[in-house]
């Protein structure tokens, strides 16, 4: 059992099963085919020679039947499946925590086991349903080592990066929870749900920055891409980082994925304030590094996203300076209201400077359309996750209940 916020923000029991990998032994969720056609030999369970055939076997049931249990892969001997269970696990992380906001926003908390001399960790991960699609926001870090200043994510100090399992399993457990694998009971049954698939798109944009967890992060990326798999659109997986300009060419080149820039201001001395990365990479770099993005072009336009902050970066003087510094970049500015947490001392920027602000940017020629904040009731928005075992207490609830109230909600 776990804890789950209802509409009115009170707290009530939800079923959600708690079914932790053993630490004990391996995960087989994140090897890539090579990897896994290994350990089962290695193990001694698979002879070399079936070994391609049994990866193939095992590929299908967890990344298209979306099977957690060697004992539901029926093409596989009983005795062959209970070694594979003896040995290995498919197993996906313990949900501790499912909240569901009152704009239908899901957001999860997932411990996994310890790691070697390590502890259990826990981290956030964010379903936002949308009309014709919906979005998986993933971490890749439990905590983060930028501290931003606007992010909430950025207060809690970097524990360790994800593993390539832990990444992908985050895909696995959502896709779980919304039904969104075929029908288990049915061996021919369709790759997705008749209705269609409820995550179409990946962001990677929770709790971390990608590119400071780079191997894990491709790995995961393209075992989620497969096609003989979970089949994702590389065009429908976003990666977001804050300027590690060294991995932005490699992205492009070993991933193929889009691209975002959390960039959020237009001069390095405040973008030395917000993010504070643009010390190490400033504005020039990354700039540099953005007009040369493999693939770049009007069709794989870069996204730019930055947040509004009341009086810090929401004039039109900073319109016009965003303009001229994306000057002949394909790209799209996703302009975010920001989105309060207990503690901050930013605003967000009122209404109309927000839309002034974006009409500018349009005439420009740029797209840039202003995000919808969703699941804020549960500190579920761009900006707000933070996966401490010890949730809000009911003061820091209501002082943020207070400030949405006092204006920064309409946003």
């Known amino acids: 059992m776990a804890l789950s916020l209802d509409l009115a923000g009170e707290t009530k029991r939800a079923l959600v099963p708690s079914r932790a990998a053993q630490p004990e032994k391996p995960s087989l969720i994140g090897l890539t085919r090579a990897e896994m056609a290994?350990?089962?030999?290695?193990?001694?369970?698979?002879?070399?020679?079936?070994?391609?055939?049994?990866?193939q076997q095992l590929w299908h049931w967890l990344y298209v039947r979306g099977v957690s249990d060697f004992g539901q892969m029926f093409n596989i001997s009983k005795d062959l499946r209970a070694a594979l269970a003896r040995a290995f696990t498919v197993a996906r992380p313990e949900i501790g925590e499912e909240q569901i906001s009152g704009d239908g926003t899901r957001k999860w908390l997932f411990r996994f086991p310890a790691r070697g001399a390590g502890r259990p960790v826990e981290i956030e991960t964010v379903y936002i349903p949308e009309e014709g699609?919906?979005?998986?926001?993933?971490?890749?870090?439990?905590?983060?080592?930028?501290?931003?200043?606007?992010?909430?994510?950025?207060?809690?100090?970097?524990?360790?990066?994800?593993t390539a399992e832990e990444i992908l399993s985050?895909?696995?457990?959502?896709?779980?929870?919304?039904?969104?694998?075929?029908?288990?009971?049915?061996?021919?049954?369709?790759?997705?749900?008749?209705?269609?698939?409820?995550?179409?798109?990946?962001?990677?944009m929770g709790m971390g920055e990608p590119l400071y967890n780079f191997e894990a992060v491709k790995k995961a990326l393209l075992i989620a891409s497969d096609g003989d798999g979970l089949s994702l659109s590389k065009r429908r997986i976003t990666l977001s980082t804050s300027g590690v300009v060294p991995e932005i060419a490699r992205t492009g080149?070993?991933?193929?994925?889009?691209?975002?820039?959390?960039?959020?201001?237009?001069?390095?001395?405040?973008?030395?304030?917000?993010?504070?990365?643009?010390?190490?990479?400033?504005?020039?770099?990354?700039?540099?590094?953005?007009?040369?993005?493999?693939?770049?072009?009007?069709?794989?336009?870069?996204?730019?996203?930055?947040?509004?902050?009341?009086?810090?970066?929401?004039?039109?003087?900073?319109?016009?300076?965003?303009?001229?510094?994306?000057?002949?970049?394909?790209?799209?500015i996703n302009l975010i209201p920001f989105n309060p947490?207990?503690?901050?001392?930013?605003?967000?920027?009122?209404?109309?400077?927000?839309?002034?602000?974006?009409?500018?940017?349009?005439?420009?020629?740029?797209?840039?359309?202003?995000?919808?904040?969703?699941?804020?009731?549960?500190?579920?928005?761009?900006?707000q996750l933070k996966s401490e075992s010890e949730r809000l207490k009911k003061h820091e609830r209501l002082a943020l209940e207070a400030m949405m109230i006092a204006g920064h909600g309409e946003a």
């Not at 290994?38 to 990866?55: F, Y």
């Not at 971490?139 to 950025?154: D, E, M, N, P, R």
């Not at 209404?351 to 002034?356: H, K, L, Y």
Request: proline share 5%; charged share 25%.
């Open 38 to 55: 290994e350990a089962l030999t290695a193990s001694g369970i698979v002879p070399e020679r079936q070994a391609k055939m049994r990866v």
């Open 341 to 383: 947490w207990p503690g901050t001392n930013y605003q967000c920027s009122d209404w109309e400077t927000i839309e002034r602000f974006a009409d500018y940017i349009n005439n420009a020629g740029y797209a840039s359309p202003i995000r919808t904040p969703r699941g804020r009731d549960i500190l579920a928005a761009c900006g």
């Open 253 to 332: 080149e070993e991933i193929g994925v889009m691209l975002a820039i959390s960039l959020h201001a237009t001069n390095d001395d405040l973008r030395d304030l917000l993010v504070p990365i643009n010390r190490k990479y400033p504005l020039k770099e990354l700039m540099a590094a953005c007009r040369a993005y493999p693939g770049l072009s009007n069709a794989r336009r870069i996204t730019f996203e930055y947040v509004m902050l009341k009086d810090v970066n929401d004039s039109l003087d900073d319109a016009r300076a965003l303009v001229a510094l994306l000057k002949g970049i394909p790209a799209k």
């Open 133 to 162: 699609r919906g979005t998986l926001c993933i971490s890749s870090q439990v905590g983060c080592t930028l501290t931003c200043s606007f992010c909430h994510t950025g207060t809690q100090k970097l524990v360790r990066n994800l």
């Open 170 to 204: 985050q895909l696995l457990a959502a896709r779980d929870r919304l039904g969104d694998f075929p029908d288990r009971d049915t061996p021919d049954g369709a790759i997705v749900p008749s209705e269609g698939r409820k995550v179409s798109n990946i962001v990677m």
